[in-house]
């Protein structure tokens, strides 16, 4: 088979590109449902005001990082999972996914006894403005309620991803948004009798529709067609014994994209530190901003996922020659979409900032911040996508470093530069572009290095290996 984009036909371009579409579109979906979840998160708290949407700002410089470290302890289930239904190994499959659910809940449990016990300490540790301590503390003391089910619901939609069944992850996705929208709305304001707590109430409304959302996913991945042939429903001890012995596996390939994860996020997470020094005004509209970059991001996420899939196929099925062509596929397919979207981005800035605030210095900060990073927003979705294909291809200590380097050297360390030299909220912009652009170049170059430039033997010990 072809294993160079040039030597495909158009028939096996369109084919390819029907089934990345096919795999992408319901992740698509998936990850906008959690960023619109956040966004409405943002947008009711916003209007209740804009002291409680910087403290859920601050809340989530611990959050964020607590759950991008959780979900990506996570990522060997869907990698390992994709290969093995390459290969057709289906009852792999099955204990995948045991083994999955026994790290989520249990590293879910641990997190959430760490947030919930240490909340104001820790916030304070990673600098946050003293002001913004004790209303930020009890929001993640909130939010903790929801770790052990969305890591749970992961492992769950991680599998359901691996073996091509995005559609049901994209079900349950989508019932949830319905059930936080109703739930902020009401535990945020004071509405059908809920309590008025602000920022509190919209993270309880998340562990609320956490939990169900975790008991779906699981009831979806129980329920699919081949279940008896991936020993889906496999209760007995031998499953759960190898479940267990999953555990370590999974937990050492999830180490190093946890590591680099949580550094990654610690990069946005200090720009969200800088910006509580900047005034409250400044931390809302980096807070709405990062809403709206989240959307976006969502897309990139289909495609990553799908590229992963796709990527993780061909290692399990020895056909690692069509890894290549298969993430240009992908990656051409998110630039096209994505470049669209950002530039409406950069030309209505501001529109895109109104439903965030009524303040006129949260919205003129926000739209500036916004127009600068909207541009590079393409180089975010391709960072995430070869890093998903190294991660495909069993690299990925490689593809953590190259995200260490982007997103915590390069982002945290150049806004402290452009903050401290004077650049104001622009400063937090730019150092999240440039991140954004330093990660991409990273990560495809070290995919093109691994495929098109390595050693034939090393390559071919990887493909009997996959």
């Known amino acids: 088979m072809p294993d160079n984009l040039s030597q495909f036909s158009g028939a096996d371009v369109r084919a390819e590109a029907r089934r990345i579409l096919a795999l992408a579109w319901p992740i698509v979906l998936t990850g906008l449902n959690w960023t619109l979840m956040q966004v409405i ?127 049901r992850v994209m079900i349950v996705n989508l019932g949830m948004l319905g059930v936080n929208a109703v739930l902020a709305w009401a535990w945020v304001g004071g509405h059908l009798g809920f309590p008025a707590l602000g920022a509190v109430g919209a993270a309880y409304a998340t562990a609320v529709a956490s939990w169900l959302g975790a008991g779906a996913m699981i009831l979806f991945a129980w329920t699919v067609s081949d279940a008896a042939e991936r020993g889906v429903r496999d209760l007995s001890a031998g499953a759960l014994k190898r479940a267990a012995l999953g555990v370590p596996r999974l937990l050492w390939f999830g180490t190093v994209p946890a590591i680099a994860a949580s550094l990654e996020l610690a990069g946005f997470a200090w720009l969200i530190v800088l910006s509580t020094r900047l005034g409250n005004d400044v931390a809302a509209s980096f807070q709405a901003m990062l809403a709206l970059h989240n959307l976006l991001f969502a897309i990139a996420y289909g495609f990553a996922s799908a590229a992963g899939v796709r990527v993780g196929n061909a290692v399990g099925a020895g056909e690692r020659d069509q890894a290549w062509p298969r993430a240009l596929i992908a990656a051409g397919l998110s630039v096209a979409v994505i470049g669209v979207l950002s530039l409406f981005l950069v030309l209505f800035s501001k529109t895109a ?114």
């Open 41 to 167: 998160d943002v947008a009711v708290v916003g209007q209740y005001g804009t002291d409680e949407l910087a403290a859920l700002g601050a809340s989530r410089t611990l959050t964020w990082i607590a759950v991008v470290l959780g979900i990506s302890s996570l990522t060997g289930v869907l990698v390992y999972t994709a290969q093995a239904d390459g290969g057709k190994r289906l009852a792999e499959t099955g204990d995948n996914l045991r083994a999955g659910l026994l790290l989520g809940v249990a590293l879910g449990t641990g997190i959430a006894a760490i947030l919930g016990l240490g909340a104001y300490p820790l916030l304070r540790l990673i600098g946050v403005e003293p002001a913004l301590l004790a209303p930020s503390a009890p929001v993640v003391e909130a939010m903790a309620l929801a770790f052990p089910a969305q890591l749970a619901f992961f492992a769950a939609s991680y599998f359901l991803e691996g073996i091509s069944r995005p559609r």
């Open 353 to 466: 900032m109104l439903p965030f605030s009524d303040d006129p210095a949260v919205l003129a900060a926000g739209a500036a911040m916004l127009a600068i990073m909207a541009s590079f927003l393409i180089f975010d979705g391709l960072q995430y996508l070869f890093g998903a294909g190294l991660r495909s291809l069993n690299e990925q200590v490689w593809a953590g470093v190259n995200g260490i380097i982007g997103f915590f050297v390069v982002t945290g360390g150049l806004g402290w530069v452009l903050v401290s030299s004077g650049w104001g909220a622009n400063g937090l912009a730019w150092a999240a572009a440039m991140g954004m652009l330093v990660t991409a170049v990273l990560q495809f170059g070290r995919f093109y290095y691994v495929l098109k430039l390595r050693p034939e033997p090393l390559r071919s010990a990887a493909r009997s290996s996959g």
